[in-house]
Structure formats: structure tokens, C-alpha cells
């Protein structure tokens, strides 16, 4: 988080006062400079106004869809952390906001820690795009992106060159959810039967986790996709 001078500046999106309250509450006790917004309209005036570090979403708005929103700030503000406020059951809406491009989201209700953590995961996703880094440590696992090698608890683990590719997309995305159609595109090269990615995920569990049937490093976002967990 920046310093007391320059907070960072959170525009958060929902047609719930209460929600609104708890979340301006809450971010404002961890330092954050919170600014709110009731429907669509007012977040893109907003946007427009002075552009915020970091967009907190509700899909469901009464005006402009929060997909809407998402696809135009898209168009122009490529680099904005945008976390999504999704219903429990609003499964195709988070697949759908993060193939547009949103980042993260949280499912109603949710905890400020919860938030919190995602918040921090967007900003250090953001700095990361920025410039890939050479060298990738989270936990026991190291990845090694100059030399191409994978080490897992100090040993080598040898991976297939699609077992690599895809462990380096999700490096390069660290902590941000991907959904399956991402992933398949970016390492298949189209679209393809989830049943593959399913498998190479299997596979590059049982070689770079301890526990592969609870794993600590590639985790499930059900229905959604896959998420490498971030550096802590």
C-alpha cells in the first residue's frame, strides 16, 4: 500500500448502500481512499473525472451491465485492476468478466480479508505485467524463466514443453484467476476440450506439489478456471 501521502484510490461500484458502507468502512480503516458509486453512470463520470488505482465491481447494476462497464474501461484503461462483486450462484458472470478482462472477484458475502487479499493480488498482478520478471519464488516452488528450469523444494523438476508453457502463463498472471477458454487459447493456440487442460493440470500438480491432492501452488476456482497462488 502507498504511503499516508498517497493512498491508494479504490472506486467502488455497487447500487447497495449497505455494501457500500461496509466496504468504505472497511478499506478506509486499511488506508485506502474510497470513492463510491451507485449505478453505471456515475462510475464511468467517475472514471472520467479522475481515473481510481483500482475498480471494485457489482455486476448487477440497475443502469449499464458491470460486463458493460468492464468492456468499455477495457477499451482504454488496459492496465486497471478491476475485482468483480459476484452473486453465489453467478457463475457464468465471472467467467465471462474475467475473458473481458477483469481480474479477480469475490463472491457475495464475502469478508474484508478475503477483499483484501484479492486487492493485493491485483496491484502486485499490475506491477508484475509491467515487466516479467526473471526470476519467480513462491514457496517452495522456483521458476527460473532465463535458464527454463523449474525447482521444487532445491531439487530440478523436469516438465514436458506444454507442462512448461502452461506453468509460465500462470506465472506471468500469478494470483489472478484465468478461466479454462484463456488458458486453452494462450497455451493450445484455440479453443480445445477442457478435458486436456484438465490433465497437463494434474500432471504439473503431482510434479510440483507436495500434496497433489490438496494443493498449495495451482489452485481450482471451480467452474472458473485456475489460479497460481501469488508470492507471498
Same mark, same amino acid.
Not at 1 to 6: A, I, K, P, Y
Not at 183 to 197: M, R
Given at each position: 500500500?502507498?504511503?499516508? *501521502?498517497?493512498?491508494? @484510490?479504490?472506486? !467502488?461500484?455497487?447500487?447497495?448502500? %449497505?455494501?457500500?458502507? &461496509?466496504?468504505?468502512?472497511?478499506?478506509?480503516?486499511?488506508?485506502?481512499?474510497?470513492?463510491?458509486?451507485?449505478?453505471?453512470?456515475?462510475?464511468?463520470?467517475?472514471?472520467?473525472?479522475?481515473? %481510481?488505482?483500482?475498480?471494485?465491481?457489482?455486476?448487477?447494476?440497475?443502469?449499464?451491465?458491470?460486463?458493460?462497464?468492464? @468492456?468499455?474501461?477495457?477499451?482504454?484503461?488496459?492496465?486497471?485492476?478491476?475485482?468483480?462483486? *459476484? *452473486?453465489?450462484?453467478?457463475?457464468?458472470?465471472?467467467?465471462?468478466?474475467?475473458?473481458?478482462?477483469?481480474?479477480?472477484?469475490?463472491?457475495? %458475502? &464475502?469478508? !474484508?480479508?478475503?477483499?483484501?487479499?484479492?486487492?493485493?493480488?491485483?496491484?502486485?498482478?499490475?506491477?508484475?505485467?509491467?515487466?516479467?520478471?526473471?526470476? &519467480?519464488?513462491?514457496?517452495?516452488?522456483?521458476?527460473?524463466?532465463?535458464?527454463?528450469? !523449474?525447482?521444487?523444494?532445491?531439487?530440478?523438476?523436469?516438465?514436458?514443453?506444454?507442462? =512448461?508453457?502452461?506453468?509460465?502463463?500462470?506465472?506471468?498472471?500469478?494470483?489472478?484467476?484465468?478461466?479454462?477458454?484463456?488458458?486453452?487459447?494462450?497455451?493450445?493456440?484455440?479453443?480445445?476440450?477442457?478435458? =486436456?487442460?484438465?490433465? =497437463?493440470?494434474?500432471?504439473?500438480?503431482?510434479?510440483?506439489?507436495?500434496?497433489?491432492?490438496?494443493?498449495?501452488?495451482?489452485?481450482?476456482?471451480?467452474?472458473?478456471? =485456475?489460479?497460481?497462488? *501469488? %508470492?507471498?
Amino acid at each position: 500500500m502507498r504511503s499516508e *501521502s498517497m493512498p491508494l @484510490r479504490v472506486l !467502488v461500484v455497487d447500487d447497495e448502500p %449497505p455494501i457500500r458502507r &461496509f466496504l468504505r468502512t472497511s478499506l478506509s480503516a486499511q488506508g485506502y481512499d474510497i470513492v463510491e458509486a451507485g449505478d453505471g453512470a456515475q462510475a464511468l463520470a467517475e472514471m472520467r473525472r479522475r481515473p %481510481p488505482d483500482l475498480l471494485v465491481l457489482d455486476l448487477g447494476l440497475p443502469d449499464i451491465d458491470g460486463l458493460e462497464i468492464i @468492456r468499455r474501461l477495457r477499451a482504454d484503461a488496459a492496465s486497471l485492476p478491476i475485482i468483480v462483486l *459476484s *452473486s453465489r450462484m453467478d457463475e457464468a458472470g465471472k467467467v465471462e468478466a474475467l475473458d473481458l478482462g477483469a481480474d479477480d472477484y469475490v463472491t457475495k %458475502p &464475502f469478508g !474484508v480479508d478475503e477483499l483484501l487479499a484479492r486487492i493485493r493480488a491485483a496491484m502486485r498482478h499490475r506491477l508484475q505485467q509491467q515487466g516479467e520478471r526473471p526470476l &519467480f519464488r513462491s514457496g517452495d516452488l522456483t521458476m527460473d524463466l532465463v535458464r527454463r528450469v !523449474v525447482t521444487v523444494r532445491g531439487a530440478e523438476v523436469k516438465l514436458s514443453p506444454r507442462e =512448461y508453457d502452461l506453468l509460465r502463463l500462470l506465472v506471468a498472471h500469478a494470483g489472478k484467476v484465468l478461466t479454462h477458454r484463456f488458458i486453452l487459447k494462450e497455451v493450445w493456440g484455440a479453443e480445445t476440450d477442457v478435458q =486436456y487442460l484438465r490433465i =497437463y493440470i494434474r500432471q504439473l500438480r503431482q510434479k510440483i506439489e507436495a500434496a497433489p491432492e490438496r494443493p498449495h501452488h495451482i489452485l481450482t476456482e471451480t467452474g472458473v478456471g =485456475y489460479r497460481l497462488r *501469488s %508470492p507471498d
